[in-house]
């Protein structure tokens, strides 16, 4: 089942997403108490655990079956092959998200046929395609620049690990957010067992017009804009009519 991205209905318009935007952009020189890495030890996990159970769990009432009441975490066996990101101010965990390469079996069992990965995969390597999920900012943190850290730090993992498209699940209320960072609505919405309806989203990395075009802080962070612009053409030959 694909794991849906979610963090709060505070942002449910493009307006407010704008503006959230705007006010993360102003303050973008991150001081040296927030930092993002990558997860690397299991007490670091623990944190992403706790973090994703405090958002998920205790704050939105989320019904996720892999969700330890007793220990207050929340993990998956997806977790085994993932990429971790952990945002941290002052080393207190504020945020987190995750990437799955869709080389691994369980990535595509999971999350493959809700994505529609088969039609990705007929085109370009099987590592270029990669899903994020799992994105939860303590409450306190939303609307700071921890966000958009997260956002770039996951985009710079794609740009060194030549990630050509990621695809997510989105609540209709987070839409408008992921759309300013320059992901764009590819299929239907689609019926999902935890959250009902839920969006699917494409990020075309290296999208030098798009990115233009929306007003996307990835823009600064573009390295190959002909091999963006090769992915947008294929995503809107084979995507076109369903493409937002």
């Not at 704008?18 to 670091?44: C, F, G, H, P, Y």
Request: a positive charge; hydrophobic letters at 40%; aromatic letters at 8%.
């Amino acid at each position: 089942m694909c794991r849906v991205v979610t963090l709060s209905p505070v942002i449910t318009s493009l307006r407010a997403a704008k503006l959230a935007i705007r006010s993360i952009q102003n303050s973008v020189q991150s001081s040296a108490k927030l930092i993002a890495k990558i997860v690397s030890t299991e007490d670091e996990m623990v944190k992403v655990s706790q973090l994703r159970y405090e958002v998920y769990i205790a704050e939105q009432g989320k019904g996720y079956a892999e969700a330890d009441h007793q220990s207050r975490q929340f993990a998956d066996d997806l977790d085994g092959s993932a990429t971790v990101i952990l945002a941290e101010h002052s080393g207190e965990p504020v945020g987190t998200v995750r990437v799955n390469h869709f080389d691994n079996t369980l990535t595509v069992e999971r999350s493959g046929e809700e994505l529609q990965v088969k039609e990705f995969l007929s085109q370009w390597p099987s590592h270029e395609i990669v899903t994020c999920t799992r994105l939860a900012v303590r409450r306190d943190r939303r609307g700071s620049k921890a966000i958009l850290l997260l956002f770039k730090t996951i985009y710079e993992y794609g740009a060194r690990h030549s990630v050509r498209y990621c695809l997510i699940c989105c609540s209709p209320a987070l839409t408008p957010l992921f759309e300013r960072f320059g992901f764009r609505q590819y299929l239907p919405p689609f019926a999902h067992a935890v959250l009902g309806s839920a969006n699917r989203l494409i990020l075309v990395l290296d999208d030098a017009e798009h990115y233009r075009d929306v007003g996307s802080p990835f823009l600064q962070s573009i390295r190959q804009p002909q091999r963006g612009a090769e992915s947008r053409k294929w995503l809107e030959d084979r995507f076109g009519r369903s493409l937002q």
